[in-house]
């Protein structure tokens, strides 16, 4: 896979935009603050990098568009509308981001 990479830079940048993905991801999951941040910022690049490649699919010259080509773009199309549906989800809670990293820590320390 190394090598793969190293042939190829287009193969860079979307490593990297997977593992943001990935970390914003557990990062909301854990309600952490900066995962909010992070997914907001991936978000676009998420949206440009699968309509991107949507448009190009759709636009190739195929005589006989079997089911997996069929089944790649609507994937595409798919991943696109849920992103948009993800960020305002995590746009409309964002105030318990908020709520999280003004509390306090319950975990008080025992006194012997």
Same mark, same amino acid.
């Given at each position: 896979? @190394? ?11 979307? $490593?990297?935009? #997977?593992?943001? #993905?990935? &970390? ?6 854990? %309600?952490?603050?900066? /995962?909010?941040?992070?997914? @907001?910022?991936?978000? =676009? &690049? %998420?949206?440009?990098?699968? *309509? $991107?490649?949507? /448009?190009? #699919? ?10 997996? *080509?069929? &089944?790649?773009?609507? #994937?595409?199309?798919? %991943? ?13 809670? +964002?105030? +318990? ?6 509390? =306090? ?5 025992? +006194?012997?």
């Amino acid at each position: 896979m @190394i090598l793969t990479l190293g042939a190829n830079a287009d193969l860079w940048t979307l $490593s990297v935009l #997977s593992i943001a #993905s990935v &970390l914003a991801g557990a990062g909301l999951f854990m %309600l952490r603050r900066w /995962s909010f941040w992070l997914a @907001i910022a991936v978000f =676009p &690049l %998420l949206v440009v990098v699968a *309509a $991107s490649t949507l /448009s190009t #699919s759709m636009s190739l010259p195929v005589k006989n568009a079997d089911a997996v *080509a069929l &089944l790649f773009n609507a #994937s595409m199309g798919i %991943l696109v509308l849920l992103s948009f549906v993800s960020v305002i989800i995590v746009l409309d809670n +964002r105030s +318990r981001f908020e709520k999280r990293a003004a509390e =306090p820590s319950k975990a008080e320390p025992k +006194r012997g």
